[in-house]
């Protein structure tokens, strides 16, 4: 597997735009974006398990019933959530991309995010849409634009793109995601868009996806808020040529690496990008009695409050991941729990069965003071093993969430 | 009822005292903390559901098994947890306790709190004990002295006294609290201890106890972290004189409402001095299904992070309670949901069936500005009812726990 440019273009096939459409009012921000595919892709998604669910997700499930989509269009500004009209604003936005691109209607993801409950206006979405496609192209600002119609507080954009094979022909994956806050993603994320020009049956690709986001952006928190809009959705357009994936083959398992590498890639570049967070906090458990301890403890101990601004501090307080452990409810002796403080400085034994042990705090400092640090969780009771990806807690997460709305 | 002063010392019989024991190393501040019954008393606890918990609890666990009490000795500035020699250096405690008050050292409720996994010593304790004992007496200034003895991070003594009546009989409660961060209590909170001079029996007592504790500390939550350390314990030393309560009678009920009353107002205070608060968040559920969805309810709004900070920031951002009601597991319908902000300068709507309704920003401003917030929250789906306790979100909080163990 190679990592290559161009992002949500960079498979065959796909072309991308984004435009300041004014869904913020008086605001000059690219707020539109827009990802198509020259012919009918396989699609799938997985959304927000929060019982207050945004429009835009009701009309994608709706589009998506038959397994197909050929494009992809999502707004920033307003998450169209909790209003009364938000179904026919994100019905009329897939009519109104369908006709500019003379595709059926029901071939379109359509998602937003943004503050809930605000009243949206389709008027921004109306206004922009001829301009939206006619700016359509496959080159690496296209990609850019499109990732950039999707942020809200994030400060850096996330996409990548890959390379792998299958079954000989060279196929490629591309994805954007954004997200910063009310990220804690169950069953999905927030917004991730993801291509390929892999050729992959709905029913496969829907399995792929499943598989790859228990582990990946459902192993992500930055806030423990579940989000109203999350969804993450993938078109494969099958332009590479291999032969078509219906069964769990050797080709399901290349497609399936290339797909968790996009996926585990974004829910860490995520986590960093936190909101306000300067550090981002992965939490690797192994000797789990299951993977599913594993996982328990492993998001425990990311989403601890007083864990997470003790690493804003780079202060080695492993007691606090000790407790996390303790009131996660996964099944262990705590007796026999190991923690490890690591970080590209090195890695320091903090816990030995479930007691302090002897370290240099100057050491654990130097280790904490990087921008990517690891906690280290040996459970010492099994072969479940997993990882977990989340950021520190900032004075600028409360200075972006205290004052959001304005 | 009438509220009364003097705190732990206001029913009859009780002592208390607190003194500089030098526990945190160079530090002069009170560290040691008793409170005595002149006879022994009826006596129940609960206490963290944390696997990880504090040596102290074992032994306080293990002294309660016949139901009787004398003493309650608490440290603050170190937790006893996570450490091998813990359990040793609390019943050391009660031994040289014991000793100095010529009681049994099985009668003795043992607590602490502080570091979690920082090696303890014994010394200060030893050094301070005949100190200790020799400055009771029933005082406010001792119940003062004894308050501060288990502070931590908070900025405010905590501490309550009642006068109710039992059968015709004058009873006393008396209680003091400490808890600023790592409040999450589940099934018991960070360190609370009740005095009464009550007749109650230990078994009646028991279940008193753990019926008031699941309205009112357990309903807390500061930043979702349960404490190893959460023990709140309770002593009846009869000396009121009223018939005792061996039953579920009126008396008992009697007796309940007072121990309602003060854990409480506690735990409102406690909420209200969260590390780093600026203000108390209440969140008032009506019209659920039961009463255990109205507590999941209750207490998933009051522990979302992004409300927190709204609240630090008088948003009225009332999509973020929403968001909250929807991930809470709690069995409701979304589009029966009304959501008010409340305080002391007046009520506004701002939810009504799952959608926003018009509003005032300047009203909900005004209302938001206080430092008594209240997210009033029907559900419109039956008669469960509960209410949570818990606070905002602010630069402070991340201040105190980026840097704690200094």
């Known amino acids: 597997m190679k990592v290559i440019e161009n992002g949500v273009v960079a498979p065959l096939g796909f072309k991308a735009n984004g435009i300041e459409a004014g869904i913020r009012e008086g605001k000059k921000r690219i707020d539109l974006a827009l990802i198509t595919s020259s012919v009918k892709a396989t ?14 997700i009701y009309v994608t499930k709706d589009n998506l019933a038959d397994g197909y989509a050929q494009a992809m269009i999502c707004n920033a500004g307003n998450a169209n959530t909790c209003n009364a009209d938000g179904i026919e604003i994100a019905t009329k936005t897939c009519e109104l991309l369908a006709k500019e691109l003379n595709i059926s209607a029901k071939d379109i993801i359509v998602a937003s995010t943004g503050v809930i409950g605000m009243p949206m206006s389709i008027k921004p979405v109306e206004n922009g849409m ?34 792998f094979e ?40 829907n399995e792929a996806l499943k598989d790859v986001v228990d582990d990946t952006f459902n192993m992500l928190s930055v806030d423990g ?4 809009n999350d969804t993450l959705s993938i078109m494969a357009n099958g332009l590479a ?17 290339a797909l968790y590498f996009v996926c585990e890639n974004l829910a860490r570049r995520m986590a960093k990008d936190g909101e306000g967070a300067t550090r981002l906090l992965e939490c690797v458990v192994t000797g789990a009695k299951t993977k599913q301890d594993a996982r328990i403890v492993a998001k425990s ?9 003790a690493i804003f501090g780079s202060d080695a307080n492993w007691g606090r991941v000790l407790c996390a452990i303790g009131y996660s409810k996964a099944d262990l002796d705590i007796n026999k729990v190991d923690v490890d ?11 030995r069965n479930g007691a302090g042990v002897p370290f240099s705090e100057e050491i654990a400092k130097e280790i904490l003071l990087e921008d990517e640090i690891e906690v280290v969780v040996n459970l010492n009771s099994g072969e479940g093993e997993s990882k ?8 600028d997460y409360v200075k972006i969430n205290g004052d959001y709305r304005s």
Chains 1, 2 share one sequence.
């Open 43 to 56: 699609a799938a998604a997985v959304y927000t398990t929060n019982l207050v669910k945004a429009a835009p």
């Open 130 to 163: 001829a301009k939206l496609v006619a700016g359509l192209d496959n080159k690496k600002e296209n990609a850019d634009l499109a990732v950039k119609g999707i942020m809200t507080t994030d400060t850096v954009a996330k996409t990548i793109a890959v390379e």
């Open 166 to 205: 299958i079954g000989g022909k060279v196929c490629k994956m591309g994805a954007m995601t954004k997200g910063a806050g009310m990220i804690h993603p169950q069953m999905a994320t927030m917004l991730c868009f993801v291509t390929t020009d892999a050729k992959i049956s709905s029913k496969m690709l």
């Open 225 to 228: 808020d579940t989000s109203t």
């Open 241 to 257: 040529g291999n032969k078509e994936i219906t069964e769990k083959n050797a080709d399901y398992e290349a497609f399936k690496n």
């Open 301 to 309: 101990v990311i989403c601890s409050s007083l864990l997470k601004a």
């Open 341 to 351: 403080f690591k970080s590209r400085k090195g890695q320091i034994a903090v816990c």
């Open 388 to 395: 977990a990806f989340g950021c520190d807690l900032t004075y």
